[in-house]
């Protein structure tokens, strides 16, 4: 089984930077894509970004330009690097991981692993 866990998030200015991890205690293998959901209050839970077993990433149209993910796999980590933070962006933050491959990356529906979340303040 795979043990995600977030780190990283805080309270940052508009315009910030931030950057988030995600640490497993299990290996996330090649035929793993893995990725970054939110939820803001009072919305739906979407899909930020997510790269696949390919390098592939996917990134939802309001944060294209901003945020860059990323992955080690010796290190088991992945990052989520945020640029010119907008209050919008604000919400819980987790990551989620599934042992396959993802036709819709951003769909959480579809990740088996998750992390308990690390909320992001953006003022």
């Known amino acids: 089984d795979v043990q995600l866990v977030e780190s990283g998030g805080g309270s940052v200015q508009a315009g910030g930077p931030l950057r988030l991890s995600c640490g497993a205690s299990?290996?996330?293998?090649?035929?793993?894509?893995v990725g970054w959901l939110r939820q803001a209050p009072g919305k739906e839970r979407e899909g930020v970004a997510a790269?696949?077993?390919?390098?592939?990433?996917s990134y939802a149209d309001s944060v294209k330009g901003r945020f860059a993910i990323s992955r080690d796999n010796d290190k088991n980590i992945m990052y989520l690097e945020m640029n010119n933070l907008r209050p919008d962006d604000t919400g819980v933050y987790r990551c989620?991981?599934?042992?396959?491959?993802?036709?819709?990356?951003?769909?959480?529906?579809?990740?088996?692993?998750w992390g308990q979340g690390t909320q992001v303040t953006v003022s």
């Open positions: 299990g290996s996330i293998y090649g035929d793993a894509c």
């Open positions: 989620a991981a599934y042992r396959g491959w993802l036709r819709l990356p951003l769909q959480a529906s579809f990740y088996q692993y």
């Open positions: 790269i696949d077993s390919d390098g592939i990433a």
